[in-house]
T-cell receptor
Framework: EPEVTQTPSHQVTQMGQEVILRCVPI?????FYWYRQILGQKVEFLVS????????KSEIFDDQFSVERPDGSNFTLKIRSTKLEDSAMYFC?????????????FGSGTRLTVV | AQKVTQAQTEISVVEKEDVTLDCVYE???????LFWYKQPPSGELVFLIR??????QNEISGRYSWNFQKSTSSFNFTITASQVVDSAVYFC???????????FGAGTILRVKS
């Protein structure tokens, strides 16, 4: 069964450093997403991306965040200057189309720890 | 605005008991999709079911069953004869027809003791 692949599985970074979280969505999917889950809390939407641009973003997704699809396969989330409160599990997801007739596949997540 | 409420923060049961996890949702759309995900201690999100708003049939999959009631805006999840491996956090989620994001509930921690 096709998978969404995320790397690394765990990243530790110093406060103020830039991090890039990487995702390889399912190849025929067109919509890509990032979600965040702070430890012990619910999963929160960050941003969706379609046709090489952001289609929707949440209030959490401020200027320190950016997304990019640098080539035909990768989808990245960059956090420019990490803060302690950015420590969380970050999930990438992809779907065939926005109306979810065909489901919505999540990656296994990247656990980001900011120290 | 869409919202999902899982009022049960944590449930503890003994193995072989049946358990129902509640989910109540709010949406203005007439077409929407409801999901349940399981998050085991390893942290990944495991898809369990998707239901669209036009299909109110209840569904059974092995020990799992789902009761969708539009009249009460609820999409409850029952595990029959629970097992220790069912211990996890369970999330209910909603997406609207013309949105392209999932809105998650706060999750219910299920602990099944042997």
């Amino acid at each position: 069964e096709p998978e969404v692949t995320q790397t690394p599985s765990h990243q530790v970074t110093q406060m103020g450093q830039e991090v890039i979280l990487r995702c390889v969505p399912i190849s025929n999917h067109l919509y890509f997403y990032w979600y965040r889950q702070i430890l012990g809390q619910k999963v929160e939407f960050l941003v969706s991306f379609y046709n090489n641009e952001i289609s929707e973003k949440s209030e959490i997704f401020d200027d320190q965040f950016s997304v990019e699809r640098p080539d035909g396969s990768n989808f990245t989330l960059k956090i420019r200057s990490t803060k302690l409160e950015d420590s969380a599990m970050y999930f990438c997801a992809s779907s065939v189309r926005a109306r979810y007739d065909y489901g919505y596949t999540f990656g296994s997540g990247t656990r980001l720890t900011v120290v | 605005a869409q919202k999902v409420t899982q009022a049960q923060t944590e449930i503890s049961v003994v193995e072989k008991e049946d358990v129902t996890l509640d989910c109540v949702y709010e949406t203005r759309d007439t077409t929407y999709y409801l999901f349940w995900y399981k998050q085991p201690p390893s942290g990944e999100l495991v898809f369990l079911i998707r239901r669209n708003s036009f299909d109110e049939q209840n569904e059974i999959s092995g020990r799992y069953s789902w009761n969708f009631q539009k009249s009460t805006s609820s999409f409850n999840f029952t595990i029959t004869a629970s097992q220790v491996v069912d211990s996890a956090v369970y999330f209910c989620a909603l997406s609207e027809e013309y949105g392209n994001k999932l809105v998650f509930g706060a999750g219910t921690i299920l602990r099944v003791k042997s």
